[in-house]
């Protein structure tokens, strides 16, 4: 990839967005998972399983998506456990994003009127009938808005895995610069392709938060 900015290059950007959006359903598919484990967590009744998610979103938000995915990268490779790029990069978002979710969705649920719980138990409902029956499709209505709104911003985390050697479009881009040497070229086509990207689930999330009226709950 020599001389200046051809179609070529513009494939190679288009392949590496293309990685961009794979990373990053990955992340939100597997960090949902395991963010719903973290929010059930969070509402427990056992005080021990409380602290313990509490310990473990404080530990994921109180640190650099950066490093959580060096440790896991070349952490493990130190003890023996070879990690491939896409691998670590796909654990370091899931576990980034199921911090994140978890607490969402907890504020989602715990917003919910105290007396939409009681009407629950005094119908005989057992605490994970209520949460299913009463709770969730509630508090999904509020959490819709922001859970969309964190996409975009999973989205533009996946320029991190570069550092893991992850070829994503941030990666492609760096590689192209570094034959071109035209930054401002190739990164602000990068950035465009971005925008892209994230615009639609921007107005998508507005969208919804007029659809549901969440602020005049």
């Known amino acids: ?95 980034y994003s199921s911090a994140y979710l978890g607490e969402i969705w907890r504020g989602s649920v715990e917003s919910i009127n105290r007396t939409q719980v009681e009407a629950a138990e005094c119908l005989a409902l057992s605490r994970w009938q209520a949460l299913i029956d009463v709770i969730l499709p509630q508090a999904m209505r509020i959490a819709t808005p922001p859970t969309v709104g964190f996409m975009v911003q999973l989205v533009k985390n996946t320029s991190l895995a570069s550092v893991v050697g992850f070829l994503e479009l941030t990666r492609s881009a760096q590689v192209i610069n570094n034959t071109l040497f035209q930054p401002f070229l190739v990164f602000g086509i990068a950035a465009f392709l971005y925008f892209c990207v994230c615009y639609p689930l921007s107005v998508w999330s507005r969208s919804l938060e007029r659809k549901l009226n969440v602020g005049r709950r």
């Open 1 to 95: 990839m020599t001389g200046g900015f051809t179609t070529n290059h513009l494939i190679y950007l288009l392949y590496g967005l293309w990685w961009t959006v794979v990373l990053s359903a990955l992340a939100f598919a597997l960090g949902g998972v395991a963010g719903f484990i973290v929010m059930l967590g969070r509402i427990s009744r056992r005080r021990w399983l409380r602290r313990l998610t509490l310990v473990y979103v404080q530990i994921i938000q109180g640190t650099p998506l950066l490093i959580q995915m060096f440790i896991i990268y070349f952490g493990l490779g130190v003890v023996g456990i070879d990690v491939s790029a896409i691998l670590a990069a796909g654990l370091g978002m899931m576990i």
